[in-house]
């Protein structure tokens, strides 16, 4: 049972290239979500998606865009990378419906210059 | 909106000590309340979490009292040890909805020396 993963663990982009996170999830959640984490702000939601099909902005959509691709993965797209861009992206899921408790993955650390 | 404010750090602490770390909370109605941990290098762990007024969560020794009248979920435990250090987010997700988003405050970094 491998909980929430990611990847990749790290990536260095130029500005302006496209890069895609990926994330997947074997706990049959239904909700997932993306943050990125800068320093002395904690974690800010970037998109969630509540159930399969369907995806919502969080606080910070700008400059990104996600794919439900399944049940299981959750991908987040940079398609012009900015170095504001630069940060610590968490992929969390929980089993939906009310159920609040999140789990993490181990996140990928990104870097634009 | 939702908005969690939490001590500021770091926190440097010796072994045996005691450690408070203080949050607030402003939301509509009755969120749940969350602690996290981060562990230096990892993505973060559910610590322990309240669902409604009066609740305590409680985990490796680590104590939460949910307290609707003064809107805090401060962190509490009587001995930390050195493997305690992280970084330890404070958290809520609203009442309702089938997605639950979580609104976190900025995090204290807790150092426990030897």
């Known amino acids: 049972n491998a909980g929430v993963t990611q990847t990749p663990k790290f990536q260095v982009l130029k500005t302006g290239q496209s890069m895609t996170l990926q994330c997947a999830q074997d706990?049959?959640?239904?909700?997932m979500y993306w943050y990125r984490q800068d320093p002395g702000m904690g974690l800010r939601l970037i998109y969630y998606?509540?159930?399969?099909?369907?995806?919502d902005k969080g606080e910070v959509p700008n400059g990104y865009n996600v794919s439900r691709l399944n049940k299981r993965e959750f991908s987040l797209r940079l398609e012009s990378a900015a170095p504001s861009q630069t940060s610590v992206y968490f992929c969390a899921s929980s089993i939906g419906q009310g159920g609040e408790t999140q789990y993490f993955g181990p996140g990928t650390r990104l870097l634009v210059l | 909106g939702n908005s969690v404010t939490q001590m500021e750090g770091p926190v440097t602490l010796s072994e045996e000590a005691f450690l408070t770390i203080n949050c607030t909370y402003t939301?509509?109605?009755?969120?749940?309340l969350f602690w996290y941990v981060q562990y230096p290098g990892e993505g973060l762990q559910l610590l322990l979490k309240?669902?409604?007024?009066?609740d305590k969560g409680s985990n490796k020794g680590f104590e939460a009292t949910y307290r609707k009248e003064t809107t805090s979920f401060h962190l509490e435990k009587g001995s930390v040890q050195v493997s305690d250090s992280a970084v330890y987010f404070c958290?809520?997700?609203?009442?309702?909805?089938?997605?639950?988003?979580?609104?976190f405050g900025s995090g204290t970094q807790l150092t426990v020396l030897p």
């Open positions: 309240a669902t409604k007024a009066d």
């Open positions: 706990m049959n959640h239904n909700s």
């Open positions: 998606s509540a159930s399969e099909g369907t995806t």
């Open positions: 939301a509509t109605g009755y969120p749940s």
């Open positions: 958290a809520l997700t609203p009442y309702s909805g089938s997605a639950r988003q979580l609104t």
